[in-house]
Structures are given as C-alpha cells and as structure tokens.
C-alpha cells in the first residue's frame, strides 16, 4: 500500500457491494469477468458437461482466426488437428475418470491453414451439488516456444552426434598411435614431450614416464642438436618435414639410422600449439642396401671374372682350333700339287677340329642359358649338366632326382638349375672333393635342393670359400622366397636351398 493512499476494497455493507466507498452496480461480477476474458492473453473457451461449446474470447478467435459461432457446439472441433482429435479426446476423458488435472500439448489448423502448437489446459466446473455441469479450457500458444525447443533439442541431438564421432575418432585414432609400428611423439612449444607411443619405447628403449616432460634432445646424438633445433623451428612456423634420414641414440647408446617426418599441431584456429614426430626405424632398411650396394660390387666383379674365363677358354681353345683349322684351309686351298693322301689328311683333321668347336660353342652357349631347361625341363637340363661337368672335371656326381618334381615355374628351373652350376663350381675350384652328391626331392609345401661333398670343408668364414658365389645364390633364392643354408658335413660341406612351393 502506497503511504497516504487508501486501498481501494470492495466491500459489501448491509447487502450492497462498495468500492471506495461508492456503490457498484449489481452485474459488477459479469462486468469484471467479461473484462478478464476479453484482456486475457491466453485463449479461452467454456463448454457444458457433454463439451458442447458455450463461448471463446476474443483471444481464441485471434488465435485460431475464426469467429465466435465457429466454435460453439463442437464447433471447436474443427480447429483442432485432425490428428490430435482423437488424443485431446482420449485425453480428456481419462483426466474426468482420474480427476487429474488435464494439461497437453496439442496441434491447432488456424482458418488460413497454418498449423499452430498450443497448451490445453481444463478445469471443471461444479455446481452446489458437486455435480460437473462445465468446463473452462485454456489455450496458450506455444509454437515459438515448442520450435526453439525442437532447435535446442535438435542441436543438443546434433552436438552429441558430433561429440560421439569426435570421441570414436578420437579412440580410432588413438588406436592408430598405440599400435603404430612407427615412433609417434608429440612435444609443446617449449620442446616438452606430451606423448610417447609403445613404438616409441620400441625403438628407444625409454618408457612413457621416462620421456614425458623431457625434450627430444635426450635421444639426440651431441653432434646433431643444431640440426634437431632447426627441424623444431621448422615445425613451430608451420613447415612440415617429410621422411628427413638422420641418426638418433637409443637407451643403450646404440647409434641408429632413423626417418623423421616432423609436422605443426594446430587448433581449431590455425595457430601452432605443438609439434609432433614421426619417427621410423630404418636400420634393417639401410643394412639392407648396403648389403645390395656390396652384392651389386660382387655380381659386377663376378661378371667380370666370367667374361675372363669366357674370354680365356675362347682364346685357349675355340680360337687355338679356329687357327688351326685356318691353317688347314689355307695349306689346301694353295696345295694343288700337295699330294691325294696329304689332303686327305688334312681334311680329316679340319672336319675333327671343326666339330670341336661346334661342341666347345654348344657348351659355353648353354652354360649361358641352358636350352634344355625350357624345352624338357628341369631333371633333364640337370642330367645334361652333371654329365658334361663330370666329364670335364673328374668329379664323380651322383644325381638323385625325385620323379614327382615335373615342370615347375620358370624362375624357380632356373634358380635350381644355378644354384647347381655355382656349387658344382665352387666344389671344382675350392673343395678338392673327387666326389659330389646332388639330391632333388619335394617335400611338404617345399622344394629342398641338397648339394654335398667329401672336400676339405668349410674355411673359417663362408665368404673365402665362394667368394660371391655364396652370396649371389642366397639372392637368387630371395628372389623367390627361397632360402640358402651352407653348412659342414663331416667331411665336406652341405648346401641347402628351400624354396617354396
């Protein structure tokens, strides 16, 4: 109450109602309830106890644009959603059974066609009795009310679909560094390490908790920090680095050729808030080429000493028989009075040298690619073989060939064949066996090719033995998956190719 103002009551003194002090007119309720409803802003309807509608305010035709008589009766009806008839009803009825209060959102179809979301909320009316005789509904709109609810629920829907496949690849790629063959390392700005993956322990020999909060300059080698520096600098200006070969050191103080790819971490903004590294163990990778680099040095000196022993047996006996055979041409071709019985002689001499050199040609041509491999296969290229080495350097072999072999790929022949040639050889040159034994044989999955003999054995490295025969065959063999065993017999020595089959 306001100071020094009076409160305006209304007051009933001997039968008459006043307010101020000044009598009211007795339809003042009417008045004041017609009042209410016509400045209410939510709709209302009144209705009798079958729900027939007795009357709407003004609100409820500005609402659902239709005037008052369209509502009366069950007129009401038609402005609700056709949809929603039968719910509000259901409703309606459960809430009378209950005697709960009756509150739902529902759907209204305004006289324009536009669909509209509204609060319906009912009340009985009772007479003295208690008997029901009415009801009295409210309606409040809420369609912009329900759509920013569908939005919010909406983007909260969306937000967690995202926050869900943000977490999965998350994990997903949490999965990658965990299992990753490669070092996966990330540092902050001040050159900190945050993470260290397993492959990283792999390759260092530090854990996790050893390497966390320390800097990447505990696995470098003194003499490489300022390269090291620059690589980081590199990355906090936003410069990636790709497979960058350097040395790193691990726990033991082993010295190790390593691959860097060195990259910026950024936000959402773009900025640099970290550097991570990739880091590949390449050891095996650079032993292996330099063992290719050695055996590519060997095969090209071996190739050299073949064309040499080429060269020489042309020059010591196809060349020697070509120049003798000339000199037979040459004496018959200006030897018209030579005597019958000299020709004759000559003849014979030049057809046997002749025939020499075809066969010397014939060998050196299938020394260099063994025809018979190609049209008859294997065995029978390895029979030719034995026999012709046999006879030419005195070494008995002794060939056993199982009959199930029959063709097998045409690099795997060849590789067979090879290894054949190059261990027969390394025993003629280096064994001084009088002896060989060669055993083809097919075993589960597998091809064993076995060549023995009775010579002096191994000397102390593999290498002085075969120089790059050794080598050249185990590679032969690689190509194919095949491997390469060279051991001592007792005596002698032992060479095993399996390749599979």
Known sequence: MESGTEAKVLV?????????????????DEEWMRLLLRISPVAIFRSDAEGNCTYVNERWCEMTGRPMEAALGVGWQLSVHPEDVPLVVEEWERSGREGTE?????????????????LGQIAEERDEQGRVVGYISTLTDITEARRTRE??????????????ERTSQLEHMGLIVAFSADGIISSDLAGKIVSWNPAAERIFGYRADEMIGQT????TPAHLVAEAQMLKQRARRGERTEYFETVR??????????????????????????TSAIVRDIREQKKAERRLHQLSG????????????????????????????????TALNGGADMPRQKQAEMLADGLALAQSIERELRTHSYLLHPPLLEECGLPAALRWF?????????????????????RLPDLMELTIFRVVQESLANIHRHAASR???????????????????????????????????IAGMRERLAQIGGTLCVDSGNPGAIVTARIPR
């Open 12 to 28: 009933s003194v001997n039968g008459r109602r006043t307010l101020a002090g000044k009598t009211v007119p007795a339809n003042w």
């Open 102 to 118: 009756f509150s739902m959102e529902h759907r209204y179809v305004r006289a324009d066609g536009a669909v509209i979301w509204v």
């Open 151 to 164: 939005e919010l629920q909406r983007s909260h829907t969306e937000l967690e679909g995202r926050v869900r």
């Open 216 to 219: 990447s300059l505990r696995v």
């Open 249 to 274: 050191v691990s726990r033991s103080g082993e010295l190790m050729e390593v691959a860097l790819s060195i990259f910026p971490l950024l936000d959402p903004t773009g900025k640099v808030i970290g």
């Open 298 to 329: 060997r095969l090209l000196r071996l190739q050299d000493e073949e064309r040499r022993r080429l060269a020489r047996d042309l020059h010591d006996s196809t060349s020697q028989s070509l120049a003798a055979l000339a000199l037979n041409l």
């Open 386 to 406: 034995v026999e012709g080495f046999a006879k030419r350097s005195g070494v008995a072999v002794k060939l056993d060939l199982c009959d199930a072999i029959g």
């Open 435 to 469: 002896t060989a034994a060669i055993r083809l044989r097919k075993l589960a999955g597998t091809i064993e090719l076995e060549v023995r003999d009775a010579g002096r054995g191994l000397p102390r490295s593999v290498a002085e033995c075969a120089g790059v025969g």
